[in-house]
C-alpha cells in the first residue's frame, strides 16, 4: 500500500490566519481525500482532489475556506483559511488502495488547534 | 445515502479475553466494501480488516475476523486474545462499489479499552 507523509504533525494557530497541510504520496494517485475529525468525532469527507481539476467538495465545505491543491499525482495540499477556533480538528488526508478494494490508506493526521 | 451506525461508544475487554464490536449499515447497493480501521493515540488511522460484499466467507486477519451478515446489513468486529496494544478507537467504514463512489462513509466510532 502508498505510504503518505503529512506535514505539519500538529500546529497551533491564531485565529483569522490560515494554515496550510502538505500531504505527499510515495506513488502515483489519481484521488486524494481529505477528511476533517473534530475532537471525539468521527471522519467527515471535506473534498476529493483530482489532478488537473477542481476539488469536489462535500456538502457544508466550501472552496474559499479549504482550497485544495493537486499539482501532480503525488502531492496535495489543504488550506484552512481564517480560521477560528471551530476549525480545531484532525485533519487527515487519505489515497485508496489498488482497485478501491484494499482500503484506504491515511497520512498520519495534522492536530490543529485555534486559539 | 449510505449510513453507517456504531451502537457502542465505549467497550471494555480484559487482556487475553475476546470482545465484539458492532457495527450496522444502510445501503441500497448490492456490492460494496466494508471495513474495520484502528485509531491509537498517535491518530494513525490502520485497516484492520475488510470484506467484499459479494463475499460470503468472513474475513479473518490473525487475531481480527468479523461475522457479516449482508442480509441484516451488520459487520461486526471480534478481537480475540485482546492485547493492551489494541485499546484505540475502532471505526467501521463503508464504501460503494465502482470508480464513483470514491469516498468511505464512518461510523461514529467505538472506544475500546484493555484492562491487564
Known amino acids: 500500500s502508498a505510504v503518505i507523509s503529512q506535514k505539519p504533525s500538529r500546529d497551533i494557530c491564531q485565529r483569522g490566519t490560515s494554515l496550510t497541510i502538505q500531504c505527499q504520496v510515495d506513488?502515483?494517485?489519481?484521488?486524494m481525500f481529505w477528511y476533517r475529525q473534530q475532537p471525539g468525532q468521527s471522519l467527515t469527507l471535506i473534498a476529493t482532489?483530482?489532478?488537473?481539476?477542481?476539488?469536489?467538495?462535500e456538502s457544508g465545505f466550501v472552496i474559499d475556506k479549504f482550497p485544495i491543491s493537486r499539482p501532480n499525482l503525488t502531492f496535495s495540499t489543504l488550506t484552512v483559511s481564517n480560521m477560528s477556533p471551530e476549525d480545531s480538528s484532525i485533519y487527515l488526508c487519505?489515497?485508496?488502495?489498488?482497485?478501491?478494494?484494499?482500503?484506504?490508506?491515511f497520512g498520519s493526521g495534522t492536530r490543529l488547534t485555534v486559539v | 445515502a449510505q449510513t453507517v451506525t456504531q451502537s457502542q461508544p465505549e467497550m471494555s475487554v480484559q487482556e487475553a479475553e475476546t470482545v465484539t464490536l458492532s457495527c450496522t449499515y444502510d445501503?441500497?447497493?448490492?456490492?460494496?466494501?466494508l471495513f474495520w480501521y484502528k485509531q491509537p493515540p498517535s491518530r494513525q488511522m490502520i485497516l484492520v480488516i475488510r470484506?467484499?460484499?459479494?463475499?460470503?466467507q468472513n474475513a479473518t486477519e490473525n487475531r481480527f475476523s468479523v461475522n457479516f451478515q449482508k442480509a441484516a446489513k451488520s459487520f461486526s468486529l471480534k478481537i480475540s486474545d485482546s492485547q493492551l496494544g489494541d485499546a484505540a478507537m475502532y471505526f467501521c467504514?463503508?464504501?460503494?462499489?465502482?470508480?464513483?463512489?470514491?469516498?468511505?462513509?464512518f461510523g461514529k466510532g467505538t472506544k475500546l479499552s484493555v484492562k491487564p
Open positions: 470484506q467484499e460484499a459479494y463475499k460470503q
Open positions: 487519505s489515497v485508496e488502495g489498488p482497485g478501491g478494494s484494499y482500503g484506504y490508506t
Open positions: 467504514a463503508y464504501k460503494g462499489y465502482g470508480g464513483s463512489q470514491g469516498n468511505l462513509i
Open positions: 482532489a483530482n489532478q488537473g481539476s477542481e476539488a469536489t467538495y
Open positions: 445501503t441500497s447497493e448490492s456490492d460494496y466494501y
Open positions: 506513488s502515483q494517485v489519481t484521488m
